[in-house]
Each structure stands twice: as C-alpha cells, then as structure tokens.
C-alpha cells in the first residue's frame, strides 16, 4: 500500500481542514512541510497521474518525502519558492495567496487555479489545485505542427520546451515558438526547458528581451 501521509502531518490538519474533505475532494491537494517536501497527496493526485501516463513514476519517484520543487523546471523553482513561502500567516489575510497555471495535454487545453493554505505556526501547507479552464486547443493560436527535426532541434541535439505552456522553440526564429503534440505526449531524450517570452512576462513581470 502506498503511504499518502505522514503522521505528523494529519495531526496538523486540524482545526484548519477535515480530512475527510480533502480526500474527497476533485481538486488535486498537497501537503508540504516547511522545507517544501511532500507530507500528504490526496487521491485525485492519483487520479491525475494515473490520466495522464504518470504512474508508477509519480508514486516512485514523487512519494511522501520527495521534494516538491524537484519537479519544478528550474527557471520556475523561484517563482513557486517563493510563492509557497511567502504565504501569509493563518488569519491574516482573507484570501488565500492564488496563481493560475497551465497544466494542457496534447490535446485538451487546462489551467488550474493553485491557492496555498498554511496551517498552524506555519508548520506546514495545503496546496489545492483547482480546474477552472478546460477546452480543445485553439486550432489559430495552437495550430499542431509535426516534429521537424530541421525546424526545432539545435546543432547540440537539444530541443527547448516551454516549462509552462509547452511551445517548442524554433532554432532559425528565436522569438517563435510552436505547439508540436507529439513532444507533449513524450518530450524527445535531449530536452531544455526554459520559458517562452510570454510565460516569461507573466511570471516574473519582464520580457526577456
């Protein structure tokens, strides 16, 4: 059987949350410790790994203990660090800190809404993950394109993947960036994730040029 919770963990929940609720929630809801390592998945976590060809990898390598921000792209880890840590103190403010990202299959577009809870004296968060957008890819700003080695893969061999929206980068137009289905569905051996120039903006407030 696989351990979903610590512990220590449950013991924290209350007076905040009822377990009963979150395991029988549709949003997808984690528990952190205060270093940012996983205490709790609830099991529409499961669910989703299990819809979207992530299991046994996510129950083997992304178990309780497993480091949340090791599954996070690089160029995104200190946005999300500091977006989970930065998290008011329990009572402070009236509504949770929220964040919409996009989380799409090759074929079904999907943004969920992020809202972290600290629980008491900040000893550890709920994370919940909440669909809020889910549609076909739009056929004009997505068009599918097929994977063209010419067209996307540089002189090192490397393809470069959005870390959010999942565009591949074209190596002859720096500044374009494509929806190519097929490396969504498995990403080629050799690939670099950085950020589009839009998701750039909209994370970290800048363009990149």
Same mark, same amino acid.
């Given at each position: 059987?696989?351990?979903?919770?610590?512990?220590?963990?449950?013991?924290?929940?209350?007076?905040?949350?009822?377990?009963?609720? @979150? $395991?029988?929630?549709?949003?997808?809801?984690?528990?952190?410790?205060?270093? @940012?390592?996983?205490?709790?998945?609830?099991? &529409?976590?499961?669910?989703?790994?299990?819809?979207?060809?992530?299991?046994?990898?996510?129950?083997?390598?992304?178990?309780?203990?497993?480091? /949340?921000?090791? &599954?996070?792209?690089?160029? *995104?880890?200190?946005? /999300? $660090?500091?977006? *989970?840590?930065?998290?008011?103190?329990?009572?402070?403010?009236?509504?949770?800190?929220? +964040?919409? !990202? $996009?989380?799409?299959?090759?074929?079904?577009?999907?943004? =969920?809404?992020?809202?972290? !809870?600290?629980?008491?004296?900040?000893?550890?968060?709920?994370?919940?993950? &909440?669909?809020?957008?889910?549609?076909?890819?739009?056929? *004009?700003?997505?068009?599918? +394109?097929?994977?063209?080695?010419?067209? =996307?893969?540089?002189?090192?061999?490397?393809?470069?993947?959005?870390?959010?929206?999942?565009?591949?980068?074209?190596?002859? $137009?720096?500044?374009?960036?494509?929806?190519?289905?097929?490396?969504?569905?498995? &990403?080629?051996?050799?690939?670099?994730?950085?950020?589009?120039?839009?998701?750039?903006? !909209? /994370? !970290?407030?800048?363009?990149?040029?």
């Amino acid at each position: 059987m696989v351990t979903r919770m610590s512990d220590e963990f449950a013991r924290l929940l209350a007076p905040s949350f009822e377990l009963e609720d @979150l $395991e029988g929630s549709e949003a997808i809801a984690f528990g952190l410790w205060p270093d @940012l390592t996983l205490a709790y998945v609830n099991p &529409a976590w499961t669910r989703f790994a299990e819809g979207n060809n992530g299991e046994p990898g996510i129950q083997n390598e992304w178990g309780i203990g497993a480091r /949340y921000l090791d &599954a996070i792209p690089g160029v *995104l880890r200190p946005f /999300y $660090e500091q977006f *989970l840590t930065a998290t008011p103190e329990p009572g402070v403010s009236l509504h949770p800190p929220s +964040h919409v !990202y $996009e989380c799409s299959s090759p074929t079904v577009f999907r943004q =969920y809404l992020m809202q972290v !809870y600290p629980l008491q004296k900040r000893a550890g968060y709920i994370v919940l993950n &909440a669909l809020v957008a889910e549609s076909a890819h739009d056929p *004009l700003s997505r068009a599918p +394109h097929t994977p063209d080695l010419d067209m =996307y893969v540089d002189v090192n061999g490397i393809v470069t993947q959005c870390s959010h929206c999942r565009l591949i980068r074209c190596v002859g $137009e720096q500044t374009r960036w494509d929806w190519v289905p097929s490396w969504v569905e498995e &990403a080629p051996p050799k690939t670099s994730h950085g950020l589009c120039e839009m998701c750039f903006t !909209y /994370y !970290y407030g800048v363009a990149t040029t």
